[in-house]
């Protein structure tokens, strides 16, 4: 009996007994899904019910589980359809987690659901049509999924839905007409799809209860529909960023409820409609860079606005005068367009303006003084204009502005010394006016200033010695003024300065001492002054300076040798003083203009001796002693170098032979011993953050690379590699455990490894036009024509590819940068260095790293904030990679500020447009293929990984670019040859 009344307790007190059968349903998803930050810890089988659980809100009376709300948890897995078995569940949410594979159709059975929101997830596949079985389903949010294909014919059936978001897919179909039969919608946002090309379906204009419409980026032609002014309830109207064409049709001055209307971005022409004065409810107002013609109709300024972009048009006449009693006004922008007359003196009285671009217009007159009334303008911009008269001394009472450009116009007056000081200002630009006066000791407060460029005008005097207190400044052009004087002592302590021009002035004196502290600098231009004395030696030690002009002064002595360890693209010392022997990296034919004018300098050089004293007998002496003091040193160090060299070899052979191990991942056909003979430093072709690289060329005339590892570990990392943490030997085996099993002809091939106990030695194939990194932003790279360029992301794209997709287990590189990609004779591309690549766990999940791998510029800002790591991670790296061909400028640039290549081309882009991105030594023709490509580079560096496609989507996007036989040219030993694209189906296969 005791026994038997044991075993009922044990029963009824069971956990697992207790907890009733939604909550058992519940546990079974909890097993379903990965959960790395136990987030589901109190889903636990000892409770009777789940309505405490977490994310969990039940019934009060029933207890019946109605919302399972799992957003931002950081989930993986399939999407749970147990939860259908809840059956009075009304909401689901598992916004922004990992939820993947394909959506089921039997979601249909969850038949009380009103709300469902998987955005920001890994979903793929098509949408499953029996979504629009649910009856009660209002609310259906698939934001920034992977969904493809098309939209289901029986969305059209939906009975009661009001919002639907589809926003950040690859839906490629077309915008189905369907969609206007669901009657109950009230927001429709298809935004950002690569839909193939088509019109907006007038049928949406039966949507007569919605309220949002967004269609940004849909791959939208033809015209407008007058269809859609029958949506009276609108209110956010947004067709940016498509390609419609014909006039803005007089039907949309009937949405009276509308507030925001966005049509920048598309090729729309003739006048704004009459009767805008209708939208009393309207407060922004955006039809940029489109071709509208015109002038500002009246009543457009007469109503409330809050935003006015009309930027990038055609429009004319002048700016009506009512704009400013707008009292709400904040952003107004016109630039680039015709234009003209004077801006309302009271703009910005009323108005909380904050932002003001009337940049490249044909305005003339004052600049109003009451702009910053309200003490909220931040950004004032009138570039390329017209405006006459001084700056208005209300701008200098103005500490809320950040952005001030005020050059390339008829300005005049000294500048108000308040201006100078500026607290918040990043940049100042004065340039092409007439100023007049002195740069200001108030210059001080100015503690945020980045950029000062103030180059021709007609200021005068010295600099300030508080100049030095710009901690910030980043780049001062002051050239082609009146400046005198010598540089304040305190310039050098400018440690952020990357760019100074000081040409075309009257400074004097020497330059002042410290200038190596100048780590950032890489323009330094001085050119026409009257400087004196020595060309410091310091400069030598600026280690990013490319830039060197110090021509028409009066420095004299000799050339520093230290010059020489300057990587320069442009040296100029012509029409100093200077004496002589030119150093002997400088003592060529391609210098000569750099030392022209300088009477006592002397090389190697025809035409630079011709002003020295000496006799020529006395000259022949000296040739022949020359010659003799030579043969005589060179026949020294030739011993010398003979005696170690056979040294080295006799010591070399020694431990070749009893402790050299070779391991050979191809068919080899030169032995260990032909590559140890050949690592002296002649041979040495590069130097990075894991070692050197030699060039050895073997005795069957082929050339192979070699890696030597470093044999300590290296700590940190400099600006260019990041690892923190020491390099260790896991680089060496990461290096070995993929080369050694990758057979593609896009990633580098790896001949064979050799090790001692404290060497270790890589072998490559070579690859004669190095890295793409050092031929892009080297003296030659803008002789890189497009075609090239387009060839290398092609390569390089299928390389990466090929790893993703291909690999078993796919492999993540974790450093793709532009000097990772290294260039045949051919230029074909080869991904390079895999010393921090890792596998990619099976179970999908992204691996958590100890420490950052990459270098700056190219890393994820996912990464960098969660060290996880999968391929969204190369291929936020590769789209730097497309930008850097694009623009050729670095990943991180001085000029760039805080901002690094992605925040600088997109902050261009919307400020300057594209013609101000691309790299300007890219043939125009190629500008439509090129803006292709620049948006496959802004896809690829999305802030959300869940928005990038995948490397095999990247690879698809570039080939539909240009046909894969497309007749292309590309440099074949030294002239331009015809190249047909390689099958892409080419890809090689794991050995």
């Not at 400018?494 to 001492?513: A, M, R, V, Y």
């Not at 560096?941 to 690879?955: K, Q």
Request: charged share 20%; hydrophobic share 35%.
């Amino acid at each position: 009996m005791i026994p038997l009344l044991l075993s009922l307790l044990l029963l009824f007190t069971s956990p697992s007994l207790s907890l009733n059968q939604e909550g058992l349903y519940l546990n079974q998803i909890k097993l379903s899904l990965t959960d790395p930050d136990s987030v589901l810890s109190s889903w636990s089988d000892r409770d009777s019910s789940p309505c405490s659980w977490f994310g969990i809100t039940c019934e009060p009376l029933t207890h019946s589980v109605t919302s399972v709300d799992l957003s931002s948890a950081n989930l993986a897995g399939p999407f749970p359809s147990l939860l259908c078995r809840l059956n009075n569940l009304t909401f689901i949410s598992f916004n922004n987690n990992s939820i993947n594979d394909v959506l089921p159709a039997d979601i249909s059975t969850c038949r009380n659901l009103e709300h469902l929101d998987l955005a920001q997830n890994y979903l793929t596949g098509t949408l499953p049509y029996t979504l629009a079985e649910l009856p009660n389903l209002k609310f259906l949010d698939l934001t920034g999924n992977n969904f493809s294909g098309d939209i289901p014919e029986s969305f059209g059936y939906f009975q009661k839905l009001e919002v639907i978001s589809l926003v950040y897919n690859l839906f490629d179909g077309v915008i189905p007409p369907f969609l206007g039969n669901i009657s109950t919608l009230k927001m429709l946002n298809l935004s950002y799809n690569p839909f193939s090309p088509g019109r907006i379906p007038p049928e949406l204009g039966n949507l007569t209860n919605l309220q949002i419409l967004w269609l940004t980026d849909c791959n939208l032609v033809g015209e407008i529909p007058d269809s859609l002014g029958q949506l009276k309830q609108l209110k956010d109207l947004d067709l940016a960023l498509n390609n419609l064409v014909g006039h803005i049709p007089s039907s949309l001055t009937q949405l009276t409820s509308v507030f925001q209307i966005e049509l920048y971005n598309n090729s729309l022409t003739g006048e704004l409609p009459a009767g805008l004065g209708n939208l009393i409810a309207l407060r922004l107002l955006d039809v940029s860079m489109n071709k509208l013609t015109g002038p500002i109709p009246d009543e457009l300024c007469g109503l409330q606005l809050e935003s006015l972009n009309l930027y990038e048009n055609h429009f004319t006449g002048s700016l009506p005068a009512s704009i400013a009693n707008s009292e709400k006004l904040y952003e107004l922008r016109l630039f680039q367009n015709q234009l003209s007359g004077e801006l309302p003196q009271n703009l910005g009285k009323k108005s909380p303006l904050r932002w003001l671009d009337v940049s490249s217009n044909k305005f003339s007159g004052e600049i109003p003084s009451s702009l910053c009334s309200k003490g909220e303008l931040e950004e004032l911009l009138i570039i390329h204009n017209s405006f006459t008269g001084k700056i208005p001394e209300s701008l200098s009472l103005c500490p809320s502005l950040a952005r001030v450009r005020l050059g390339y116009n008829r300005l005049s007056g000294e500048v108000p010394s308040g201006f100078w000081a500026l607290p918040n200002a990043y940049l100042v630009e004065l340039v092409n006016n007439s100023l007049t006066g002195q740069i200001g000791k108030t210059i001080a407060g100015a503690s945020n200033l980045s950029q000062l460029i103030i180059d021709n005008n007609n200021f005068n005097g010295s600099l300030p010695d508080e100049i030095g207190l710009l901690e910030n400044l980043g780049s001062f052009s002051g050239s082609g003024n009146k400046f005198s004087g010598s540089l304040p002592g305190t310039i050098v302590n400018l440690k952020q300065l990357g760019n100074l021009d000081l040409s075309n002035n009257l400074f004097s004196g020497e330059l002042p001492s410290g200038i190596d502290s100048w780590k950032r600098l890489n323009e330094l231009n001085l050119a026409n002054n009257a400087f004196s004395g020595k060309i410091p030696e310091e400069i030598g030690k600026l280690p990013v300076l490319n830039y060197l002009d110090l021509s028409s002064n009066r420095f004299s002595g000799k050339i520093p040798f230290s010059l020489q360890n300057l990587k320069l693209n442009q040296l100029n010392l012509s029409n100093n003083k200077l004496s002589g022997e030119i150093p002997t990296l400088f003592a060529k034919e391609m210098y000569k203009n750099s030392f022209l004018g300088n009477p006592g300098l002397c090389g190697d050089i025809e035409g630079l001796c011709d002003g020295r004293s000496e006799g020529k007998n006395r000259g022949y002496v000296w040739l022949l002693k020359s010659i003799f003091v030579l043969a005589a040193l060179v026949l020294v160090i030739g011993v010398v170098w003979f005696y170690f060299k056979y040294r080295n070899y006799k010591k070399g052979k020694a431990i070749d032979k009893t402790k050299w191990t070779l391991m050979s991942f191809h068919k080899l056909g030169f032995s260990e011993f032909e590559i140890l003979a050949s690592l002296d430093e002649d041979n040495v072709i590069g130097t990075g953050a894991s070692g050197k690289v030699y060039k050895v060329v073997l005795s069957n005339g082929e050339a192979v690379a070699v890696k030597k590892l470093w044999g300590v570990t290296k700590k940190e990392c400099d600006e260019n590699d990041v690892e923190k943490g020491p390099v260790k030997d896991d680089g060496f085996e990461a290096e070995i455990d993929t080369l050694g099993k990758i057979r593609h002809k896009n990633i580098v091939k790896l001949w064979c490894c050799c090790t001692t106990r404290d060497t270790k030695l890589l072998v490559y194939e070579y690859m004669p036009n190095g890295s793409l990194g050092d031929l892009l932003h080297g003296t030659k790279g803008g002789s890189l024509d497009w075609p090239t360029r387009y060839k290398i992301l092609l390569d390089a794209g299928e390389g990466l590819s090929y790893l993703h997709h291909d690999c078993v287990p796919p492999i993540v590189h974790r450093d793709v940068k532009s000097n990772n990609i290294l260039l045949d004779g051919e230029f074909g591309a080869r991904v390079a260095d895999f010393g921090v690549a890792k596998v990619v766990d099976l179970t999908g999940k992204p691996k958590s790293m100890s420490v950052i791998a990459g270098s700056c510029g190219y890393i994820a800002p996912e990464y960098a904030y969660t060290l996880r790591v999968n391929e969204k991670s190369d291929i936020y790296s590769f789209g730097v990679v497309i930008l850097e061909l694009v623009t050729r400028r670095r990943p991180v640039d001085p000029e760039f500020g805080e901002k690094d290549l992605v925040k600088w081309v997109c902050t261009t882009l919307d400020q300057k447009g594209v013609d101000h991105v691309i790299d300007s030594k890219l043939d125009s023709c190629f500008k439509e293929e090129i803006c292709k490509v620049l948006n496959i580079a802004i896809l690829c560096t999305s802030p959300l990984p869940i928005n990038r496609p995948s490397m095999r989507r990247v690879v698809k996007l570039l080939q539909e670019i240009a046909p894969e036989t497309a007749l292309k040219t590309v440099k074949k030993d030294g002239k331009l040859t015809p190249y047909y694209y390689e099958d892409a189906s080419d890809q090689g296969s794991v050995a």
